[in-house]
């Protein structure tokens, strides 16, 4: 196993431990972005089976290739998704994390519909009301995991986010823990490799770590 797979995989443990949790209840999504074959096979090796991709272009470069060899892989699209390229990543993703918008959750009902798939898909919550990144507004994640549910008939079985930069992202695992909480929602992808220890303790049954497991993205 690689050292800094080992390492991730038993801070997830204690820090599940340390808020009374069952470690199985927390999933490590190993983002496998920007990072080839050569980087991404020794952690396939070591048993790890769940990744994380933000780029659909990249994950079709990628991934069918590895999953021939490692056919029980999951993978999960957490970077934005174009409406254009939906049909390619439904065929690709296990999981849409990233369902930030009406248009969005509209046209992956239609190609479920037309293609006869159904993923799972997780809600975006912008959780900071930053301007710049994606999501549903907090006050308005209620209604539209509702009209995702209702109207399109989406599965919508978690939340996702990603809070701001550079502050304590506690109270906002706490806010993205108490919409799913209200709304019959298990799964919470949140945390990544600097706060994920955080993100278990408010909750998180996914964490989404990159360069702990990896090391540093060439090219960032
Ligand atoms: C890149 C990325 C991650 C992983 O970030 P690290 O800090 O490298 O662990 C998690 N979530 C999303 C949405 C990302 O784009």
Redesign the pocket.
């Known amino acids: 196993m690689t050292r800094a797979l080992e390492d991730v995989l038993s801070k997830i443990s204690a820090a599940a431990e340390a808020a009374g949790r069952a470690p199985e209840s927390v999933q490590l999504v190993a983002?496998s972005?920007v990072h080839g074959a050569d980087v991404i096979t020794p952690v396939l090796e070591a048993g790890q089976r769940l990744f994380g991709e933000?780029r659909v272009q990249e994950a079709a470069d990628k991934w069918p290739a590895l999953r021939e060899q490692y056919p029980d892989v999951r993978l999960h699209l957490?970077?934005p998704l174009q409406t254009n390229k939906v049909r390619q990543a439904v065929h690709l993703f296990d999981v849409i994390e990233t369902v930030d918008r009406l248009k969005l959750a509209r046209t992956l009902a239609r190609i479920f519909e037309e293609e006869g798939i159904r993923r799972e898909v997780y809600v975006q919550v912008n959780v900071g009301r930053e301007e710049q990144k994606a999501g549903i507004n907090p006050d308005e994640a209620d209604a539209f995991i509702d009209l995702c549910r209702d109207e399109l008939n989406l599965p919508v079985t978690g939340l996702m986010c990603?809070p701001p930069a550079g502050e304590d992202p506690a109270p906002y695992f706490g806010l993205l823990a108490g919409i799913a909480r209200r709304n019959n929602i298990g799964i919470l992808s949140m945390g990544?490799?600097?706060d994920f220890e955080i993100a278990i303790k408010h909750g998180a049954t996914h964490v989404?770590?990159?360069?702990?497991v990896f090391g540093t993205r060439p090219g960032y």
């Not at 989404?208 to 702990?212: N, P, Y």
Request: aromatic residues 0%.
């Open positions: 983002v972005k933000n957490i970077g990603i990544m490799s600097g989404r770590v990159g360069t702990a």
